[in-house]
Nanobody, 121 residues
């Protein structure tokens, strides 16, 4: 599966963005999906994950209640709705696919080109 993230941008603190990840290939619905973020100062960090069916979701503690991950298997897309954004959320956001439920980047593959999110204070 090939993935491409989009929807990033510049937003003020407290604002919202919706990231999208578009997949190509026939097997999208067979993968668990995740969103990660990375800055030059930090290692790649798990943000949110969703199971194949979309029933199970899990989050980084610091984004829980502010971010929501969802997916549309017919459209082969996964989304990350980000509300109440903070400057600490500034990063390049990537989507990736995994065969299992995991928060570890090493469990994911098919990393797409990320999208920059910048939150100003």
């Amino acid at each position: 599966v090939q993935l491409q993230a989009s929807g990033g941008g510049l937003v003020q603190a407290g604002g919202s963005l919706r990231l999208s990840c578009t997949a190509s290939g026939r097997t999208f619905s067979s993968y668990n999906m995740g969103w990660f973020r990375q800055t030059p100062e930090k290692e790649r960090e798990f943000v949110a994950g969703i199971s194949r069916s979309g029933v199970t979701t899990y989050y980084l503690h610091s984004v829980k209640g502010r971010f929501t991950i969802s997916r549309d298997n017919l459209e082969k897309m996964v989304f990350l709705q980000m509300n109440s954004l903070k400057p600490d959320d500034t990063a390049v956001y990537h989507c990736a696919a995994s065969s299992g439920i995991s928060r570890s980047p090493v469990s994911y593959h098919s990393w797409g080109q990320g999208t920059q999110v910048t939150v100003s204070s």
